[in-house]
């Protein structure tokens, strides 16, 4: 069981090395995602416009539920809505990183702190639309540890998502694991 899951990996990884090599206009190329619970999300991507202009961006969403069916005899299915926004992290892994760097900067600031960046909103069929600002603001919740709260508008729609101090370094060891394993991509 576990060579298969290797071997799978394995492929997984050079599949994604062949697409890597040139990323398709409007695409995301994604290198890492996930969840922080059930409503906060984020991921690094690479993002080609339809320019031809390569960069990589750090999504930062939130996923609200607008039907849930949880039935013994089929699968939970959901039907959701992701608010998110796309912060330019530069045009190589090592621009990914230093900025990565600085976001774990900013939650070593006083509680409070508030710093306006620009981003990218999605247009919701996986591509960056128009460009934006987004509010960060270094909180803690209660019983919980320091993180970072994005405040931005989606539409009519205003959004908050959190990013903790796990997840940042989280993020910031694939980007590192991922440079190792294409170390020409950039």
Not at 8 to 26: H, K, R, S, W
Not at 46 to 62: E, R, S, W
Not at 114 to 125: F, I, K, S
Not at 150 to 178: C, E, P, Q, Y
Request: hydrophobic share 35%.
């Amino acid at each position: 069981m576990r060579k298969r899951f290797m071997s799978m990996v394995t492929a997984l990884m050079m599949v994604t090395c062949v697409f890597a090599q040139d990323i398709p206009a409007g695409l995301r190329m994604e290198i890492v995602e996930s969840d922080e619970d059930s409503k906060d999300q984020y991921s690094i991507f690479q993002y080609k416009d339809k320019n031809g202009d390569a960069q990589y961006y750090m999504g930062v969403g939130y996923k609200l539920e607008l039907l849930s069916l949880v039935r013994d005899d089929i699968t939970n299915t959901s039907f959701s809505h992701i608010d998110e926004a796309c912060f330019p992290m530069g045009t190589t892994r090592d621009q990914v990183l230093e900025n990565l760097d600085s976001y774990l900067e900013l939650l070593d600031k006083p509680v409070g702190t508030t710093v306006e960046l620009p981003c990218r909103l999605t247009n919701g069929a996986e591509g960056l639309a128009e460009e934006s600002t987004a509010t960060c603001i270094v909180v803690k919740r209660f019983l919980q540890s320091k993180r970072l709260c994005f405040h931005f508008t989606s539409g009519n729609r205003t959004a908050d998502a959190d990013l903790l101090k796990s997840s940042i370094k989280s993020m910031r060891l694939s980007v590192k694991l991922d440079k190792k394993l294409h170390p020409n991509k950039d």
